[in-house]
């Protein structure tokens, strides 16, 4: 069965600090891929972006950066020097291959809020 | 160019009644799934349509709930009977087919409430 865990519900963290959200998957399968997904109050899910499990290199987008360690079927995203505009909440996915049906599982979200 | 558009946006209507909520994909994307995110919760996969293959209805919470795409494109989910517990935001994604698994874009959802 597939799983995905976000331990954290909510985080406060002060303007410019850096946080980490995690995340923690379950599959049996051998191929699979990861997605980290922003929804900011406006409400609609903005991807961030997506990993597949033959490629463990971390990667960094401005202040972003991801995580991901086989090891402890662990994927998670720090967000340096934090701000404002970062509050919302985020979610971590794992899709399976195609034609497998139902191909995303979601966790159930942490909320960033980042205090001025 | 577009992204995925949902209709309506608000929906308020009383328990028992029956309702259409409608997704417009990304012109192009053969895949189409509906969510549903109650208050607080994480994304509920409900139902997923792949081009013209059989949808997977794994996640439809009873037989009250069912889903329609139309020639590939326009998708309906319908619940009948709508019970309280049935409130909630309902999110539609699109995705492109390729041959790995491609992000979703999502659409702004239908946030029903059941009185």
């Known amino acids: 069965a597939q799983k995905v865990t976000q331990a954290q519900t909510e985080i406060s963290v002060v303007e410019k600090e850096d946080v980490t959200l995690d995340c923690v998957y379950e599959?049996?399968?051998?191929?699979?891929?990861l997605f980290w997904y922003k929804q900011p109050p406006s409400g609609e899910l903005v991807f961030l972006i997506r990993r597949n499990s033959f490629d463990e290199q971390n990667e960094i987008s401005g202040r972003y950066s991801w995580n991901f360690q086989k090891s402890t079927s662990s994927f998670n995203f720090t967000i340096t020097a934090s701000q404002v505009v970062d509050s919302a909440v985020y979610f971590c996915a794992l899709g399976r291959r195609p034609n497998t049906g139902n191909q995303f599982y979601f966790g159930t979200g942490t909320s960033l809020t980042v205090i001025p | 160019g577009a992204g995925v558009s949902q209709s309506p946006s608000n929906k308020v209507t009383e328990k028992g009644k029956d309702v259409e909520l409608r997704c417009d994909p990304i012109?192009?994307?053969?895949?189409l799934y509906w969510y549903r995110q109650s208050l607080g919760q994480g994304l509920e996969f409900l139902i997923y349509f792949q081009g013209n293959s059989a949808p997977d209805k794994s996640g439809l919470p009873s037989d009250r709930f069912s889903a329609e795409r139309t020639g590939g494109s326009v998708s309906t989910l319908t619940i009948q009977r709508t019970q309280q517990e049935d409130s909630a935001v309902y999110l539609c994604?699109?995705?492109?087919?390729?041959?790995?698994?491609?992000?979703?874009?999502f659409g702004p959802g239908t946030r029903l409430t059941v009185l």
């Open positions: 994604a699109s995705s492109p087919r390729r041959t790995s698994l491609n992000e979703q874009f």
């Open positions: 012109s192009g994307h053969t895949a």
């Open positions: 599959t049996r399968d051998t191929t699979y891929y």
